[in-house]
């Protein structure tokens, strides 16, 4: 069954400003994903956060997770038109061997 | 340098048709996936190999069948496509089968249109 949902499912922004995507999940973690799909392309990791950890920085992307509410939140900031894409968050549930996707979050960085 | 390669990038076949998709990746990893993306951009897991070894298998038609020569390669062959199996299909790989730091690499993908 589908375990990440992103929220929104679609954002559209001005260059410069923050984007944020939350992601909700249903059952105990090991870890959380965020991965970047552009138009047409593979998906590509951006960050791991783990179940004991509440936040985590990497350059313009701060990903923060809250385990009591079972849910995670990615910060773009500064957009640039590049980060135009889809993105997604994805679970490595306690237990498990495969990570479970949401459907994603299409962001537009608008010139 | 591709880290994970998958062929053909597009496949356009007709309905009944009997076709194959390849993986390979370079980066050393033990373990390899299939995903399966559909039109609304939801991702699933399809198999994964763990060093030839087949360790998830997710509810998929038994037309799907995964084929891992070595553990940098991992094809899927499906038979008899029907419209439902159009769709992009993805393969991945990690460094380790079942570890909380597993971050997994994914090739470009594979868009399959059953005509």
């Known amino acids: 069954s589908q375990q990440g949902e992103e929220d929104p499912q679609a954002l559209s922004i001005q260059e410069g400003e923050n984007a944020t995507m939350n992601c909700s999940y249903k059952?105990?973690?090991?870890?959380l994903q965020w991965y970047r799909q552009n138009s047409g392309r593979g998906l590509v990791h951006l960050i791991l956060?783990?179940?004991?950890?509440r936040e985590k920085h990497s350059g313009r992307l701060r990903v923060t997770l809250d385990t009591s509410k079972k849910s995670s939140s990615l910060l773009i900031t500064a957009s640039r038109a590049a980060d135009t894409a889809s993105y997604f968050c994805?679970?490595?549930?306690?237990?498990?061997?495969?990570?479970?996707f949401g459907q994603g979050t299409r962001l537009t960085i608008n010139p | 340098d591709t880290a994970v390669s998958q062929t053909p990038k597009y496949l356009v076949t007709q309905m009944g048709n009997d076709k194959s998709i390849k993986c390979e990746q370079n980066?050393?990893?033990?373990?390899m996936y299939w995903y399966k993306q559909d039109s609304k951009k939801f991702l699933k897991i399809m198999f994964s190999?763990?060093?030839?070894?087949?360790?998830i298998n997710e509810t998929v038609p038994n037309r799907f069948s995964p084929k891992s020569p070595d553990k940098a390669h991992l094809n899927l062959h499906i038979n008899s496509l029907e419209l439902g199996d159009s769709a992009v299909y993805f393969c991945?790989?990690?460094?380790?089968?079942?570890?909380?730091?597993?971050?997994?690499?994914f090739g470009p993908g594979t868009r399959l249109t059953v005509l």
């Open positions: 059952t105990s973690i090991n870890n």
């Open positions: 190999y763990n060093n030839k070894e087949l360790i």
């Open positions: 980066l050393g990893h033990d373990t």
């Open positions: 991945a790989s990690s460094p380790l089968g079942s570890s909380s730091t597993d971050t997994q690499y």
């Open positions: 994805a679970t490595l549930n306690q237990g498990a061997q495969k990570l479970v």
């Open positions: 956060i783990r179940s004991n950890e």
